[in-house]
């Protein structure tokens, strides 16, 4: 591994570690689902419950996740839970029958919002103390992490289908990268506290008045989770039944099946590259708004004509249009406190982890079609909830504005008018 001299460099490459860790390890168990049904014998809606038990964990760990992350921080809180989450893969592989998968799963669920909180509390830190935007960057990481994850399971399957010889080796790949992170990252984020709080107040007055505030979310924070949880929903779906969809329905051969979420992955890491150019000359509800629409739209299309290639353009608008709804929902949270930011970050795992869940359910009902209409319908909420947010508007600091701000306290951005 490289080793990098800026200091924001080196944070930035530490956080986006952990990005792709997350993205790896989940695109790692979700692109082999049809072999984990058919090893386990699993029905449409077994699949579904069996993704719902990722998101019950995930939603029931918010209490532990916000004490865990007062009382590790951040930065060890992510380390722990990459190491946990490595082991969950060999845990499923090995999993005799339907009721320890499903406690496995559900662990899982529990170590993808610890980690989901704490990755984007530091990346929220970094953005805010160096007043550079960088949060589209380490969510293209993820998108990444899901793209290696369906290019290794297909080189993978070349050679065996055998889930604990895969598993082993995406669980050997992880732990190097969490290596590498943890020497990174950062070790607190008093910046970001010094950036939003009076530099009158004292250390010891901040943290009692933390204790007594009573951490109720606000109208803008309850719209902010519902954004949240509908574009994860959007984003979850694609990676979790696109396999299924283009196997069931579009009738795709096998070697095609996980290249519906190398597509929606491809898009997505692309126009999460150029997510923060965009950022800076559009303004983040703008970017939210139109393309959540697109994604609606082009996947909606895609369902009605059928077949594999309108499929897999369909998926690639939902990739590009659901992009950037996530870097910007969590620094809108961000500015909000660090509240907001974890009941956001909160309410995005579960969305991403039980939202399919519902689809299946869905599927397992009327069709798998119907299904993933509830997808577009999905990324169609997203848009009309962006539209009662208080979007705010950086500009970008010049170099020697920069090094100013990294010594000292930001000034918080300007609510867009």
């Given at each position: 591994m490289f080793r990098v001299r800026d200091d924001f460099r080196r944070a930035q490459f530490a956080i986006a570690a952990l990005f792709l860790i997350l993205g790896f390890q989940y695109g790692t168990w979700a692109s082999r689902l049809p072999t984990i049904k058919a090893r386990l014998d699993l029905s449409t809606a077994e699949v579904g419950l069996l993704l719902m038990a990722c998101g019950v964990g995930a939603a029931a760990s918010f209490p532990l996740v916000t004490w865990l992350m007062k009382r590790l921080g951040s930065r060890r809180l992510s380390v722990w839970s990459a190491v946990g989450l490595s082991l969950i893969l060999p845990a499923l592989a090995f999993a005799p029958d339907y009721p320890v998968a499903l406690l496995v799963t559900c662990c899982d669920g529990v170590g993808v919002a610890c980690l989901n909180v704490a990755m984007n509390g530091q990346g929220a830190a970094?953005?805010?103390?160096?007043?550079?935007?960088?949060?589209?960057?380490?969510?293209?990481?993820?998108?990444?992490g899901s793209l290696c994850a369906a290019l290794l399971a297909s080189g993978t399957n070349l050679f065996t289908s055998s889930l604990s010889v895969h598993f082993g080796i995406a669980m050997a790949v992880l732990l190097l990268l969490i290596g590498y992170a943890q020497a990174?990252?950062?070790r607190e984020e008093a910046v970001r506290e010094e950036a939003v709080r009076e530099p009158s107040v004292s250390e010891p007055e901040v943290r009692e008045k933390s204790r007594r505030r009573l951490p109720l979310p606000t109208r803008i924070t309850i719209w902010m989770g519902l954004a949240m949880v509908f574009g994860t929903v959007t984003e979850g779906a694609m990676n979790d039944w696109s396999a299924l969809y283009l196997k069931t329905v579009a009738n795709a051969p096998a070697e095609l099946l996980p290249?519906?979420?190398?597509?929606?992955?491809?898009?997505?890491?692309?126009?999460?590259?150029f997510a923060d150019g965009w950022r800076a000359r559009w303004g983040d509800g703008r970017i939210v708004r139109v393309g959540t629409a697109l994604a609606a739209v082009g996947l909606g299309l895609a369902l009605?004509?059928?077949?594999?290639?309108?499929?897999?353009?369909?998926?690639?608008?939902?990739?590009?249009?659901?992009?950037?709804?996530?870097?910007?929902?969590?620094?809108?949270?961000?500015?909000?406190?660090?509240?907001?930011?974890?009941?956001?970050?909160?309410?995005?795992?579960?969305?991403?982890?039980?939202?399919?869940?519902?689809?299946?359910?869905?599927?397992?009902?009327?069709?798998?079609?119907?299904?993933?209409?509830?997808?577009?319908?999905?990324?169609?909420?997203?848009?009309?909830?962006?539209?009662?947010?208080?979007?705010?508007?950086?500009?970008?600091?010049?170099?020697?504005?920069?090094?100013?701000?990294?010594?000292?306290?930001?000034?918080?951005?300007?609510?867009?008018?």
């Open positions: 970094l953005e805010v103390s160096y007043q550079r935007t960088t949060m589209g960057k380490f969510h293209a990481t993820f998108s990444g990174g990252l950062l290249m519906g979420i190398a597509v929606v992955s491809v898009m997505m890491v692309l126009a999460r590259i009605l004509v059928g077949g594999v290639v309108p499929a897999l353009l369909g998926f690639a608008c939902v990739g590009l249009g659901i992009a950037a709804a996530t870097p910007c929902i969590y620094m809108a949270a961000a500015n909000q406190g660090p509240d907001a930011l974890s009941l956001v970050a909160a309410m995005g795992t579960t969305g991403l982890l039980a939202g399919p869940a519902v689809i299946g359910f869905i599927a397992g009902a009327s069709s798998l079609v119907w299904g993933m209409a509830a997808v577009a319908t999905s990324a169609m909420l997203v848009s009309l909830c962006t539209t009662r947010i208080r979007w705010a508007v950086r500009a970008e600091p010049s170099a020697e504005l920069a090094a100013d701000l990294s010594a000292g306290p930001v000034p918080e951005p300007l609510p867009q008018a």
